[in-house]
């Protein structure tokens, strides 16, 4: 039995997306080859990274962009994880079945083979965030994948504000968990409120790394989409360790960070705050119901 | 039908603990009247006020510490509730029978009256932290508290590392969450580790209060305490917003900080970030389970 690695490194490919699907998926090839270069073994695309982030309305003509797993996108990332011997985490806008899409990605391995598949668990539905029509929610569960460097936790953008996605794929055993993402300011509300969002976003995934002792990649795009007044994509894409310490965070550019992890640091943090160990499981059975009904008054 | 007070002013009343337990419980009747002539109706005192943070050593004399529900502490914590017409979140170590003793509190109405009681369900058990060794777990499970200025999630200190916990008492109605706590540094750690500790103890109750959006609370002592080395309590209580901004915080000494929070803020939250609109109740039964085994190698 070898053992198991002790670091890995990892890359966040921020990214800005245009109009032209091809040229989304070529640029996102030149960041993975870029981010082996520079020693990343697993790199992480944006969400729907293929496309502008087309859920600012609601047109049934956007099903077009969608395509089958495997089917282009899958097709091409998985020549970039091989060309490059890397794993790389791709996120797709996927077709099922006629009427029957989801928002999901797929972890292809450094010889391009596919390790596994996730479809969007929590699907939101907010103003210009109009994911519930065009996604059906995943039916997968939540999964974790093993790479050849680390387990994998696979999540996507509104997962991440959900913590008992994160401890699923704990759980699971992941060591790390990715987020893909497509968030931002409404450009009237950024003045107000764009700093507390922000904060808000950063926060809870860097709790999530503390509840329960991973490292947290977030993978957001830039710039600003969508007809006025569209959205700005906030970009800060970043990794917290195990006790929710931010290792490295982009900028609100076109941006890839490579990161190199110690898995060590994992162990330390479980060892000297060890939450896992104290879960109250014979009392968590009201975390399947959609609400407990209120104090008596 | 009344609607429902629209904002309630809460007191986090920060502490520091001496070997006398009447002049313990005495001082924290003078922060409650202090707090209450400052326009608190809810005040919260830290985890175990009434004694010095004994846990710091396994040591059998030292379960003569504890008491009945009702007993000595509440009584008098009772009499400063009705004397001043408050609400008051009062911890105490619990003599339920011999051989059963808890980590509770009882949350006492501003006629004086029991609203609640509340064990705590999760128990660490760290270098000087030994609670294991005097802590049955709770068998109360997690409880929401109507109180007549708000609806309180009443839990301490260890379970704010839980998501679960905090989730289970928003779901229960709860509009604000109060850990009464007491949590510091080794010394010896304090220069290397202290500030991440500090900062990942604040994260993750911010974060809390952004996946629940609820007020959370958290009200620690200060001082240091206990043989050589001892423990360095670290204050640092503070009150968030349900989007995880901090609305006040206090230092590292006896304070008592008296906070107004806007309840329709709550509403405007969670309607703007719908979070518990969209949890997937059907996929979370692996949070019962200790592990779930680990990716396939």
Known sequence: MTPAPRSVTVALAQMAMGPDKGRNIEQAARAVGDAARRGAQVVCLPELFATPYFCQVEDPALFELAETVPGPTTEAMAAAARQHGVTVIAPVFEKRAAGIYHNSLVVLGPGGELLGQYRKMHIPDDPLFYEKYYFAPGDLGF????????????????????????????????????YPTAIGWHPKEKAEFGAAQLEAWRTIQRAHAIANGVFVVAVNRVGHEGPAP??????????????????????????????????AKLEDVRHNWPFLRDRRIDAYGGLTSRFLGGPKR
Chains 1, 2 share one sequence.
């Open 230 to 263: 569209g959205l700005d994509f906030w970009g800060h894409s970043f990794v917290a360790d195990p006790f929710g310490t931010v290792l490295a965070e982009a900028g609100e550019g076109v941006e890839t960070l490579v990161v190199p992890l110690d898995l």
């Open 143 to 178: 999964v974790t994948v093993a790479t050849p460097h680390a387990a994998v936790g696979p999540l996507i953008c509104w997962d991440q504000w959900y913590p008992e996605a994160a401890r699923l794929v704990a759980l699971q055993g992941a060591q790390i968990i990715c």
